[in-house]
Antibody, heavy 113, light 112 residues
Framework: QVQLHESGPGLVKPSGTLSLTCIVS?????????WNWVRQSPGKGLEWIGE???????HYNPSFKSRVTVSVDKSKNQFSLKLNSVTAADTAVYFCTRAFDPWGQGALVTVSS | DVVMTQSPLSLPVTLGQPASISCRSSQSLVYRDGNTYLSWFHQRPGQSPRRLIYKVSKRDSGVPDRISGSGSGTDFTLRFSRVEADDVGIYYCMQGTSWPYTFGQGTRLEIK
């Protein structure tokens, strides 16, 4: 059974960098799937952030401009999200997912000083 | 970006009755490979989304056959032949045909 688990700081200062890691178990990250990040602001809907393939090929939502980077670490079977220059608007629950099935439980990240 | 528009946004339903949610896209979701990458998700409060349907009408494992997806091009529907208590929550459609992937606003299903 595939499981994904997000980990990282729950509090980030404004203008800082949000960093999250998604640890994958029950599947190999180089199995041919696209690995995605999605976020959900408090009380709001879902917003796609970006995706990565095990080769390192990635696609991002232009709404994040050049602030976002998704990377993969095959040796640790995990992939990561970095979002730079964060503001309060980046406060959200961040989900990782394997091709949108299944999803991790989500990690709440609050941007505040 | 492809805009996904769901209706209704709130869906009160009596237990055992049928229900449906509409999802319309601002452009065709048919990909160059001939597939249509339209998915449906269910999210309960405090939980992560769970995919129910992919490629318009294919059910994910464990999804009961009283829940079905249909549609083509820009017009899609999620149907419940009869609503059960376990169905409460928010339903989202999502297009995975063109970047950036986009979600509908969500439809809240509640029991009357």
């Amino acid at each position: 059974q595939v499981q994904l688990h997000e980990s990282g700081p729950g509090l980030v200062k404004p203008s800082g960098t949000l960093s999250l890691t998604c640890i994958v178990s029950g599947d190999s990250i180089d199995n041919g799937a696209w690995w995605n990040w999605v976020r959900q602001s408090p009380g709001k809907g879902l917003e796609w952030i970006g995706e990565i393939y095990h080769s390192g090929t990635s696609h991002y939502n232009p709404s994040f401009k050049s602030r976002v980077t998704v990377s993969v670490d095959k040796s640790k079977n995990q992939f990561s999200l970095k979002l730079n220059s964060v503001t309060a608007a980046d406060t959200a629950v961040y989900f990782c997912t394997r091709a949108f099935d299944p999803w991790g439980q989500g990690a709440l990240v609050t941007v505040s000083s | 970006d492809v805009v996904m528009t769901q209706s209704p946004l709130s869906l009160p339903v009596t237990l055992g009755q049928p229900a449906s949610i509409s999802c319309r896209s601002s452009q065709s979701l048919v990909y160059r490979d001939g597939n249509t990458y339209l998915s449906w998700f269910h999210q309960r409060p405090g939980q992560s989304p769970r995919r129910l349907i992919y490629k318009v009408s294919k059910r994910d494992s464990g999804v009961p056959d009283r829940i079905s997806g249909s549609g083509s091009g820009t017009d899609f529907t999620l149907r419940f032949s009869r609503v059960e208590a376990d169905d409460v929550g928010i339903y989202y459609c999502m297009q995975g045909t063109s970047w950036p992937y986009t979600f509908g606003q969500g439809t809240r299903l509640e029991i009357k």
